[in-house]
C-alpha cells in the first residue's frame, strides 16, 4: 500500500516527527513497501541501525508498524522482516485528539473552580489555599501576591475545545461494521 497521500499530510507529518524524533523520521517518512529488515533500511538511509531500530521500535508500540522473525537454519541468527501499518494513522489521530479534548475540558473545570494570586516579580501563580499559607506574599522574593484572573486563558479554553469538537464532528470515527 503506498503512503504516500497520507505522508504529505502536515499533521500526519508532525504526529510522526512527534513519535519518533528527528533522528527516527528518515524512517518513518519512508515506509517501503512490503517486508524490509532494519539493516536494509539502515543502509538505505545511511543511517544508525541502533536509530532505525529505535524509530521501528516506536512506530511497533503506536501499532504503526510489526514484525516477524525468521530463524537462520544454519546460524541460528534471528532477522526480523518489518512491515509499516501506517493505515492506522487516520483513527489514531483521532484518539489523540479525544484525549486532548478531554484534558482541556478537564483543566478548563480546574481554571473555573480555582481562584488564583499572582508574583508579578517571579511570574508564579498559586491557587487561594496556597496563597492564604504565604500570607499572600510570594515565599520566592517576598511581593505582595495580587489577585489574578484567568478569563482569557478559560477563554483561549474554550475556542480550542470547540475547534476540536467542530474537527471530530467533521470526520466522525469509522465504526468497523460488525
Known amino acids: 500500500m503506498a503512503y504516500d497521500d497520507l505522508l504529505e499530510n502536515p499533521v500526519i507529518q508532525k504526529y510522526l516527527h512527534e513519535l519518533v524524533g528527528p533522528t527516527g ?6 515506509p ?13 538511509l545511511n543511517l544508525e541501525l541502533n536509530a532505525v531500530r529505535r524509530a521501528l ?3 511497533y508500540e503506536n501499532d504503526l508498524a510489526s514484525y516477524r522473525r525468521l530463524r537462520d537454519e544454519d546460524s541460528g541468527w534471528l532477522t526480523y522482516l518489518w512491515t509499516f501499518e501506517y493505515e ?16 482541556l475540558i478537564e483543566r478548563r473545570e480546574y481554571e473555573l473552580e480555582n481562584e488564583f494570586y499572582l ?8 491557587e487561594f489555599g496556597e496563597a492564604m499559607e504565604y500570607g499572600f506574599e ?29 474537527e471530530l464532528h467533521r470526520h466522525p470515527k469509522q465504526e468497523a461494521d460488525a
Do not use: K, W, Y
Open 25 to 30: 523520521m528518515p524512517v518513518a517518512a519512508a
Open 32 to 44: 517501503p513497501e512490503g517486508e524490509v529488515t532494519d539493516e536494509e533500511l539502515a543502509e538505505e
Open 57 to 59: 521500535f516506536i512506530l
Open 88 to 103: 492506522n494513522i487516520p483513527e489514531q489521530l483521532e484518539e489523540e485528539m479525544h484525549r486532548l479534548l478531554d484534558a
Open 119 to 126: 508574583c508579578e516579580q517571579d511570574s508564579i501563580r498559586f
Open 138 to 166: 510570594c515565599p520566592n522574593c517576598g511581593e505582595q501576591l495580587v489577585d489574578m484572573s484567568n478569563a482569557r486563558l478559560v477563554d483561549t479554553m474554550d475556542e480550542r475545545i470547540d475547534s476540536l469538537r467542530d
